[in-house]
């Protein structure tokens, strides 16, 4: 067996029971390479104990629903998250509490109708082919009031979250108000926080990093902005080792973040991010946890994780 063959059996190994908490499959608005169907058909080939599908502009709980029900023994598990842009009515706790209902697991706070994010956009080289272009523009959804204190629409959605006990993802939105959301969140009872991609759009400092997840919030890296081959790349990829550390092993969560076109398969890139990590000197095991274990408790997914090990 060569030392290539090696390194992929680990990498085998590894993603045996990992959950991709954020992947862009379809059916979008915005152009997708795999659907989510078939992205699970593809996890469940690699052994994956669960997937978790974003899009900018709809809830897929009811897919997700409709996988399950005519897929029985799809082992790879489907969920889906929320985002609060404008398709959804922004701060909207009708649309949280369905999502809720229907087995949601995550609500993002604003991302493409994030204040910052229309800020962001406006200097940017990088083009989100999604509704707020192909329509009409993005109309700013805002979580702080004039006078930089969390909104009443938003505490109504915290509520909520930490009603059903689903997490809560900062999305979009600048690390300030990352840092205000979250600690207004926790005091209404929010136990699941996710800080998303630091490395990219909101403004995050590695000492964000490690005081955001000294919180107990868990820290999403998007892999595809660190890997070699992806259109993403914007970070140097020895600098993924200065946001792990930041943020600790036990609390930081590494996603594809891919499903578009035109660039790496969301397997593919998670492949490559697990063996970056190798290549950084992380042991198996660490890797493990932040595709997987760490991922299974953010989210309550633990029952997945221990029947995908399992088989």
């Given amino acids: 067996m060569s030392a290539t063959d090696t390194i992929e059996a680990r990498i085998d190994r590894i993603l045996i029971g990992a959950i991709d908490p954020h992947v862009h499959s379809g059916p979008s608005i915005a152009p997708r390479a795999i659907d989510h169907l078939e992205l699970a058909r593809e996890y469940e080939k690699a052994g994956f104990a669960a997937v978790i599908t974003k899009d900018h502009d709809y809830s897929g709980v009811m897919t997700a ?22 398709v959804v009515g922004g701060m909207n706790p009708y649309a949280v509490e369905h999502h ?22 406006k200097t940017s080289n990088w083009s989100h082919p999604a509704s707020t272009q192909k329509m009409r523009p993005a109309a700013p959804v805002p979580v702080l009031d004039a006078d930089g204190k969390v909104r009443d629409d938003v505490k109504e959605v ?12 900062s999305g979009h939105i600048h690390v300030s108000e990352t840092w205000r959301v979250f600690e207004e969140a926790q005091r209404r009872g929010v136990k699941r926080l996710v800080f998303t991609h630091p490395e990219e759009i909101v403004g995050a400092s590695l000492n964000d990093v490690r005081g955001i997840a000294a919180m107990g919030a868990f820290v999403e890296h998007s892999i595809c902005m660190f890997i070699q ?10 600098s993924l080792r200065g946001q792990i550390d930041a943020a600790g092993i036990g609390q930081t969560i590494l996603a594809s973040d891919l499903g578009q076109t035109g660039t790496l398969t969301p397997l593919e890139g998670l492949r490559r991010g697990v063996r970056l990590c190798l290549d950084l000197g992380y042991q198996d095991e660490d890797i ?3 595709v997987s274990t760490n991922a299974a408790r953010a989210f309550g997914l633990e029952a997945d994780l221990a029947a995908a090990t399992a088989g």
């Fill in 100 to 121: 809720a209902a229907m087995g949601g697991k995550i609500v993002f706070m604003p991302t493409l109708a994030a204040e910052n994010h229309l800020r962001w956009e």
């Fill in 229 to 238: 081959g992806s259109k993403f790349k914007v970070c140097e990829e020895e």
């Fill in 158 to 169: 915290l509520d909520i979250v930490a009603r059903t006990d689903m997490a809560l993802a």
């Fill in 65 to 86: 629903a409709l996988i399950a029900r005519h897929n029985p023994d799809l082992r790879t598990k489907v969920y889906s998250s929320l985002v609060l842009n404008n």
């Fill in 288 to 290: 493990r946890r932040m």
